[in-house]
C-alpha cells in the first residue's frame, strides 16, 4: 500500500560543491536520481550504517547491497545519499553526465580538431597510463615525451621548456612529490600549462598545491573523451 517515487532531472553546477557524504565534487553537468518510498522511517543511528559492508537489519541479509551500490557510484565519480523522515525515505543519487563531441561544439568550446602540433609532457609512474595517454595524444597529433619519473619531468623542462606547451602530471610520484615537481616546474616556467591528475578528490590532491587559475585538475580514472576536454579548455585560456 505504499508510495515509490522516482524523479530524474538534469543539474549543472557552476562551482565546486559538497554532497550529503561529506565529499567535495567538481563543477559540471550532472544526472540527479531520486527513489522514494513511504513506510517506516530509517533512524539516525541505523542511517549511519546503511552502506557499510555487511551491514543489515534482515535475518538473511548480506549488507552487500548499498555498499555495492555506493562502490559503483563513486567508481563514476558520482555520490549516493539517503535521508529519511515522516515515514518515508529518499535515495539520492548523482552522477557526472556524459559530455560528448557534439556537446564541446554546441558549447563553444575548442574540439579535439585543434590539438595536432601540440607539445605535451606526460609525468605518471603507472605505466599503462603513459602508454594509454600517449597512444590518445599521438593519435590527435600531439608531439609526446613521458616520463615516470618527478625529477626527470624536471630536467625535461629545464633543457625544453621552450618546447613543452602542456605537462600533464599525476600528483603521486615515487621520487619526488606532484606538489614539489608542480612548484619547480612552475619555478622554471611560469607560464606553462599544467593538468594534474589523482585518484583522490580535489581538494585532498591539490591540499599543498596553489593552483594557478589557468592551471586544472582531472580525476582518475577518467574516460579519454574528458582528458581531450579538459586539454581543450586548457590550451583555449589566454
Known sequence: ?????????????????????????????????????????????LMDKIFEPFFSTKFSGRGMGLAAAKGIVRNHDGCI??????????????????????????????????????????????PQVLTTIKNLLDHQGCKVISTDKGKAALDIIARDK????????????????????????????????????????????????LLDPKDKFIKKPFRMSELILKIAELIALD
Open 1 to 45: 500500500g505504499g508510495v515509490l517515487k522516482i524523479k530524474t532531472t538534469n543539474l549543472v553546477m557552476n562551482e565546486k560543491w559538497e554532497c550529503n557524504g561529506k565529499n567535495i565534487h567538481p563543477p559540471g553537468e550532472y544526472v540527479f536520481i531520486s527513489v522514494t518510498n513511504t513506510g517506516s522511517t530509517i533512524s539516525e543511528e
Open 81 to 126: 545519499t539517503a535521508e529519511s523522515y515522516a515515514a518515508q525515505t529518499t535515495f539520492n543519487v548523482f552522477l557526472p553526465r556524459e559530455i560528448s563531441e557534439q556537446d564541446i561544439i554546441k558549447a563553444g568550446r575548442r574540439p579535439s580538431s585543434d590539438l595536432p602540433g601540440l607539445k605535451v609532457l606526460v609525468v605518471d609512474d603507472d
Open 162 to 209: 621552450d618546447d613543452i606547451d602542456l605537462v600533464i602530471l599525476d600528483i603521486k610520484m615515487p621520487d619526488m612529490s606532484g606538489d614539489k615537481v608542480y612548484s619547480r616546474l612552475k619555478e622554471i616556467r611560469g607560464d606553462i600549462k599544467v593538468l594534474i591528475s589523482s585518484g583522490h578528490e580535489e581538494y585532498i590532491a591539490l591540499k599543498n598545491i
